[in-house]
T-cell receptor, first 112, second 117 residues
Framework: GESVGLHLPTLSVQEGDNSIINCAYS??????FIWYKQESGKGPQFIID?????DKRQGQRVTVLLNKTVKHLSLQIAATQPGDSAVYFC???????????FGAGTQVVVTP | EAGVTQFPSHSVIEKGQTVTLRCDPI?????LYWYRRVMGKEIKFLLH????????ESGMPNNRFLAERTGGTYSTLKVQPAELEDSGVYFC???????????????FGPGTRLTVL
């Protein structure tokens, strides 16, 4: 049988469409939330972060939304491109020393 | 400026052997973190150095894992003896200073893929 955790949730997106990646976090005391992108063979790369006292932050082609009521974080990528294919992780800065707690990750596959 | 580097990129060893992973953080970064991702699951925190001191090692799985950061520059993570469940990708990250209430952006290395047979 399939083992829990071996297969990442996958989001298949057509090139040019918008992508929305969702994440649930656990610690209501976390003060920063970060999205990372991990391409094959590389380490996680910072995309965008948001402070806990904000509910929306925009970057270049990306927007992060934070809903503290339901402990939910989302990343929106506008006009998804082939180079956006990667695993996306949400993370929360869970203590004052910068320790990060990561979510499970979502595999984004961009199709032509 | 060079980013975080890790060596080796891949390591394949047999159960019971010893492996040492190395991380060179970005020059001047006081904070160095080790994380690992096992079997496609989430990335989990292992430990955090501030310069040469261990600030938090709450994520270290057991006493088979030993991390050092002599002189506050590069760090090593030794697994002795390695077990099958230690297989995964080990990431190192560094950050400059920790500001109260700040984001403390961490820069990650490419990781070391460890396979224990």
């Amino acid at each position: 049988g399939e083992s829990v955790g071996l297969h990442l949730p996958t989001l298949s997106v057509q090139e040019g469409d918008n992508s929305i990646i969702n994440c649930a976090y656990s610690n209501s005391a976390s003060d920063y939330f970060i999205w990372y992108k991990q391409e094959s063979g590389k380490g996680p790369q910072f995309i965008i972060d948001i402070r806990s006292n904000m509910d929306k932050r925009q970057g270049q082609r990306v927007t992060v939304l934070l809903n503290k009521t339901v402990k939910h974080l989302s990343l929106q990528i506008a006009a998804t491109q082939p180079g956006d294919s990667a695993v996306y992780f949400c993370a929360e800065k869970s203590d004052s020393w910068g320790k990060l707690q990561f979510g499970a990750g979502t595999q984004v596959v961009v199709t032509p | 400026e060079a980013g975080v580097t890790q060596f080796p990129s891949h390591s394949v060893i047999e159960k019971g052997q010893t492996v040492t992973l190395r991380c060179d953080p970005i020059s001047g970064h006081d904070n160095l973190y080790w994380y690992r991702r096992v079997m496609g699951k989430e990335i989990k925190f292992l430990l955090h150095f501030v310069k040469e001191s261990k600030q938090d090692e709450s994520g270290m799985p057991n006493n088979r894992f030993l991390a050092e950061r002599t002189g506050g520059t590069y760090s090593t993570l030794k697994v002795q003896p390695a077990e099958l469940e230690d297989s995964g990708v080990y990431f190192c990250a560094s950050s400059q200073h920790i500001l109260a209430g700040g984001p403390n952006e961490q820069f990650f290395g490419p990781g070391t893929r460890l396979t224990v047979l």
